[in-house]
Structures are given as C-alpha cells and as structure tokens.
C-alpha cells in the first residue's frame, strides 16, 4: 500500500479538521433545541425527585393500618382475618401476586373488591355501603378503601410483581383485559392503546408510557397507587382505570366491575417481574 | 401528622407531614359557593421544651404541609412536640422521639 | 423518609374550648391565637404591600440566600417544593413570597437561635413567577428571587 505522503497527511488532517468544525456548527445549533428539550424534562425530574421525600400518601397509610386493625360494622369486628391471598391476616406481599382467583368466591379479584368483599364478609357491612365512597374528596370526604389500598400496598414495597396465571379464570380475565386495552369506543373512538400503545407520546408535558411494552407497563403498574398532588389525594389503581375512563369519553367505569378486575389483571400481570414501588407521589 | 426526627451528624433533622385541608378560599364547590378558607396559621416545633422553629402559614403552603429543617444538638430520646393552629381556632399536638 | 408509621405518637387533636367558645360567637376566632398572626402581611396582594406588612422596609439583593432543592418547572402548582437557605449570620427568621400568587406572601419562618438557617416546604403557586426568599438577619433585611415555571400537565400521570 502505498504510503501516504506529508502533503496528503495535511490534506486529510484538514478535511477532518473541516468535517469537525462542521459537526460542532452543526451540534452547537442543534444544542439550543436538544439542550431545551433536554432541561425541560431534567427540570421536571428534579420536581419529581424532590417531592419523594415527604409523600402525604404516608397519612393515608397510617390511616389505613388504623382502619384494618380497628373494629367496625354491624360486626364490630377488625379486618385482621381478612384473606388476600396469601392467608387470613397476611399483609405482606399481597399486592404483588393480586389479582388473583380466589376459591371461597369463585372469581378473579384485584385489591379493592377483596377488601369489599372482606368488609361484607367479616365486619357485616352491606356491599352497598361498602363501595359507597370509593374515592375521597377532602378532609370531609375520605375514602376508607384508599386507605386501607395505601397501607396494604405499601406492605408489598420492595417485593417483586408476581401475578399468577393459573387458574383458568385468571387466564380469562387476562384475556378479557387485553381485548379492553384495544377496545375502541366512546364517542373519541378511543382506546387504551391510543394513548398507551406506542412510544413517544405525550398530552402537553406528560409523557405517556406505552404500557404494551414490558418496561412502560412496568414502570407505570409498580408506581400506583400514588398521592396525586393535583387531587391532593391518595389515588388507587382502581381510579386510574376510572379517571382514564373518563378522559377517553367511555362510560363510567364501575367501581369493583369485572371490567375493571380485567384491566387491572392484565397491567398487573405485564408488569411481572419489576419492583413495587407504592405508594408514589405523582403531579 | 407524621413526624420524623432524627440525628444528622450534631444536629437534628426534623420532618414533618401534617393532615390539613390548607383551602385558600379562592375555590368555588360545584354550586358556585366559594369554600371558606381553612388553612394552618401557627406553627411551632420545640425541643426539650424549647422552641426550635415557629412559622407562620397562609393558605399558599400547600395542603398536607410538609416540612422540613435542622437544629444543632438532640440526643436519641429527645422529645420532639409539633404544635399547630389553625384559622378555625383547631389546634393538634403530636410528638416524636429523636431517633 | 424510611421508618414505621408505628413511630407516630398520637395525641387526640380536640378541639379546644377556645374554638368552642369562639363557635358559639364568644369571641373571634381572631382573637383566639395567643401565637399572633400577621393579617396585613398575608392579606397583601403585591410585593410591597407584604414587604410592608412585614416591615421588612427596601431589603438588600443577597447572593447570601440560596434556593435549596427547588425545581424551576413544576408539574404542578398545587405543590411546589421550596428550599431556601440562608448564609447570613444571624439569620432570624425566612419569608417566601410569590410574586403572582393572590396573596404574595406564603410563609414566615421564625429561626430560633442554633436552629439551621434553612427551611424546606411546599407551596401554592397559581402561575409561573418570580418567587422571593426574604431574610430577616441581625435586625436587616435582604431578598434573592428566582423564576420557577408551573406547567400544566396532562391528563394522566
């Protein structure tokens, strides 16, 4: 091969000196744009960061661990027998493995219909009065079930999701979730997947996890429940399916439906695998 | 409200999560009436007896205040007394051991 | 925050005969406060006319005061973190005032001697503003601001 001479050393030198400056005009022009984009989404993640510390949700949780201790109903009695799965009385790591069939109701359950049907079950409340205020709204206005979802949820922090899915009934609610997700309606003809079936989407500033991929359903499942700032409430996973019901123009999402168990056993299963995480703080 | 103090080299790091509405009497219910305000006024903070920190609130802080400040000095075992006031004449009380 | 919510040591939070009182229109419940609270201050609704409530006169621009562990944007303004920190000696007290909040000042932070000049909170703001830490050291007074954003954010979260 021939040897390259000085004068062509410095030829090239120069081309990649010019190609260098190219870039750099190039990277500088596009610094300003990137560099926005970039401060913007750092600046909000510092608001994030900063609000861990001191999360309201810790009120809720208090409140709840009260609830479940406490003796109440026409029963007068605690919800400390109370089966979520793992056996009467067991707290810890029960949401990782919800929802989930259970055999004394024949049915796939999440969260907040077990502790309804504890309620009913143990303390002889009507199931009426039971779902009656599923979502607080103020001092005035708490919501017993948000707090007893606060404090069980927080019992499984740190434990790693582990949805089951062998009995049929699970696989079937599974099913039923998914074809929800994809399910489009409601006069936007939305879906679930509109919104959270791709990556890079966003309403305004909100980034939107595209929850059919491991890690958006991950990242998205194992941080709810959460204090919601803009509610100023403790926010079940119950009322995020609820409040996306709403924005997408659906009807109501009943509180404790099976379409609601379905949803939910579907997030919750996709998300098998990551760290619990809840209660979080969110805007 | 839940409080945690605890030792931070020599001094004391104290947090707090207070349970308060902290309506600013700007918002209106779904009739059109506009919600009283009903927000913390007073805050005091005391070791050992004796005040570390005292503030005064309007109803900007934001509802179920939190806060957050250090002292020199505390030993586990200390007690640690929050004392709020709020506009409605309502006071609450709770304490915490320094840990 | 790690822990047990089994640290928290509860005291009945009663309300007191004062509020009783004060409901059955014996006294206001202004008068009630032994504690005081400074009504012309919170009540104003610009800049001056709470640094005048405060009596807080032309305060001093001081690269002395740092804002501490708060986020230019927020997400929303429900709540803003706020840190402000004091490098002046013998801080006495730190105020924070937004300026286009309804009422500008937020809150007064009295700092008892030994106590770090240093508070951390969260607070309301209605929009994007100038927010001010003021400082009350040695019997002056000085004042830094800073610009924090408020976004608002979309339908989920």
Same mark, same amino acid.
């Given at each position: 091969?021939?040897?390259?001479?000085?004068?062509?050393?410095?030829?090239?030198?120069?081309?990649?000196?010019?190609?260098?400056?190219?870039?750099?005009?190039?990277?500088?022009?596009?610094?300003?744009?990137?560099?926005?984009?970039?401060?913007? #989404?750092?600046?909000?993640?510092?608001?994030?960061?900063?609000?861990?510390?001191?999360?309201?949700? !810790?009120?809720?949780?208090?409140?709840?661990?009260?609830?479940?201790? !406490?003796?109440?109903?026409?029963?007068?009695?605690?919800?400390?027998?109370?089966?979520?799965?793992?056996?009467?009385?067991?707290?810890?790591?029960?949401?990782?493995?919800?929802?989930?069939?259970?055999?004394?109701?024949?049915?796939?359950?999440?969260?907040?219909?077990?502790?309804?049907?504890?309620?009913?079950?143990?303390?002889?409340?009507?199931?009426?009065?039971?779902?009656?205020?599923?979502?607080?709204?103020?001092?005035?206005?708490?919501?017993?079930?948000?707090?007893?979802?606060?404090?069980?949820?927080?019992?499984?922090?740190?434990?790693?999701?582990?949805?089951?899915?062998?009995?049929?009934?699970?696989? !079937?609610?599974?099913?039923?979730g998914e074809k929800l997700f994809f399910f489009r309606g409601?006069?936007h003809d939305f879906a679930c997947a509109t919104c959270h079936g791709e990556d890079g989407k966003r309403i305004?500033?909100?980034e939107l996890p595209n929850l059919v991929t491991k890690e958006g359903a991950?990242?998205a499942?194992?941080?709810?429940?959460?204090?919601?700032? #803009?509610?100023?409430?403790?926010?079940?996973?119950?009322?995020?399916?609820?409040?996306c019901?709403?924005?997408q123009?659906?009807? !109501?999402?009943?509180?404790?439906?099976?379409?609601?168990?379905?949803l939910?056993?579907f997030l919750?299963?996709n #998300?098998?695998?990551?760290?619990?995480?809840?209660?979080?703080?969110?805007? | 409200? *839940?409080?945690?103090?605890?030792?931070?080299?020599?001094?004391?790091?104290?947090?707090?999560?207070?349970?308060?509405?902290?309506?600013?009497?700007?918002?209106?219910?779904?009739?059109?009436?506009?919600?009283?305000?009903?927000?913390?006024?007073?805050?005091?903070?005391?070791?050992?007896?004796?005040?570390?920190?005292?503030?005064?609130?309007?109803?900007?802080?934001?509802?179920?205040?939190?806060?957050?400040?250090?002292? *020199?000095?505390?030993? *586990?075992?200390?007690?640690?007394?929050?004392?709020?006031?709020?506009?409605?004449?309502?006071?609450?009380?709770?304490?915490?051991?320094?840990? | 925050? %790690?822990?047990?919510?089994?640290? =928290?040591?509860?005291?009945?939070?009663?309300?007191?005969?004062?509020?009783?009182?004060?409901?059955?229109?014996?006294?206001?419940?202004?008068?009630?406060?032994?504690?005081?609270?400074?009504?012309?201050?919170?009540?104003?609704?610009?800049?001056?006319?709470?640094?005048?409530?405060?009596?807080?006169?032309?305060?001093?621009?001081?690269? %002395? =005061?740092?804002?501490?562990?708060?986020?230019?944007?927020?997400?929303?303004?429900?709540?803003?973190? =706020?840190?402000?920190?004091?490098?002046?000696?013998?801080?006495?007290?730190?105020?924070?005032?937004?300026?286009?909040?309804?009422?500008?000042?937020?809150?007064?932070? %009295?700092?008892?001697?030994?106590?770090?000049?240093?508070?951390?909170?969260?607070?309301?703001?209605?929009?994007?503003?100038?927010?001010?830490?003021?400082?009350?050291? %040695?019997?002056?007074?000085?004042?830094?601001?800073?610009?924090?954003?408020?976004?608002?954010?979309?339908?989920g979260?």
């Open positions: 091969m021939r040897r390259s001479s000085p004068e062509g050393r410095r030829l090239a030198a120069r081309a990649r000196a010019g190609l260098r400056a190219l870039f750099a005009a190039l990277a500088v022009a596009a610094a300003p744009l990137a560099a926005a984009q970039g401060s913007v #989404s750092e600046e909000i993640a510092k608001y994030r960061a900063a609000l861990q510390d001191g999360n309201p949700a !810790e009120l809720w949780e208090a409140r709840g661990e009260g609830l479940w201790r !406490e003796r109440r109903g026409p029963k007068q009695a605690t919800l400390e027998r109370c089966d979520l799965g793992k056996g009467p009385g067991v707290v810890k790591g029960v949401y990782a493995e919800l929802p989930r069939y259970f055999a004394d109701t024949d049915r796939v359950m999440d969260l907040e219909t077990r502790l309804v049907w504890c309620m009913v079950q143990l303390q002889g409340y009507s199931e009426a009065d039971a779902k009656r205020n599923p979502f607080g709204s103020g001092n005035d206005k708490k919501s017993d079930i948000e707090a007893l979802v606060a404090y069980i949820t927080s019992e499984s922090r740190g434990v790693k999701m582990n949805v089951p899915l062998t009995h049929p009934k699970e696989a !079937e609610a599974y099913g039923v409601g006069t305004r500033l909100q991950q990242r499942y194992t941080t709810w429940p959460a204090y919601r700032v #803009s509610q100023g409430e403790l926010r079940s996973f119950e009322w995020r399916l609820y409040d019901f709403r924005q123009r659906f009807p !109501e999402l009943v509180f404790g439906s099976d379409a609601a168990i379905a939910t056993m919750a299963r #998300s098998n695998g990551a760290v619990f995480d809840a209660p979080a703080i969110k805007r | 409200m *839940k409080i945690r103090a605890s030792l931070a080299g020599d001094s004391t790091e104290v947090k707090v999560l207070m349970s308060h509405e902290m309506e600013t009497g700007q918002r209106k219910d779904a009739n059109g009436q506009t919600i009283p305000a009903w927000f913390i006024q007073n805050v005091s903070v005391t070791w050992n007896g004796k005040t570390v920190l005292s503030a005064q609130w309007g109803p900007a802080v934001s509802k179920n205040p939190f806060l957050s400040f250090k002292f *020199k000095g505390g030993t *586990k075992g200390d007690k640690i007394v929050i004392h709020w006031v709020d506009n409605r004449g309502d006071r609450r009380t709770d304490e915490a051991i320094i840990a | 925050m %790690d822990g047990g919510r089994r640290a =928290i040591l509860r005291s009945a939070g009663q309300a007191t005969l004062v509020a009783l009182a004060a409901a059955a229109g014996l006294i206001k419940p202004e008068d009630a406060r032994a504690e005081g609270w400074n009504k012309s201050a919170f009540d104003a609704r610009s800049l001056g006319e709470a640094l005048k409530g405060l009596a807080a006169g032309e305060p001093a621009q001081s690269k %002395d =005061i740092a804002f501490v562990q708060t986020p230019e944007i927020a997400e929303n303004g429900a709540v803003v973190p =706020i840190g402000v920190a004091s490098a002046l000696a013998k801080t006495e007290a730190i105020a924070i005032l937004i300026e286009k909040n309804p009422n500008t000042l937020a809150a007064v932070f %009295d700092i008892a001697p030994g106590t770090e000049a240093a508070v951390f909170t969260r607070v309301k703001m209605a929009q994007t503003s100038n927010v001010y830490a003021l400082v009350k050291a %040695d019997g002056r007074y000085y004042i830094a601001s800073k610009e924090i954003k408020v976004t608002l954010g979309g339908c979260g």
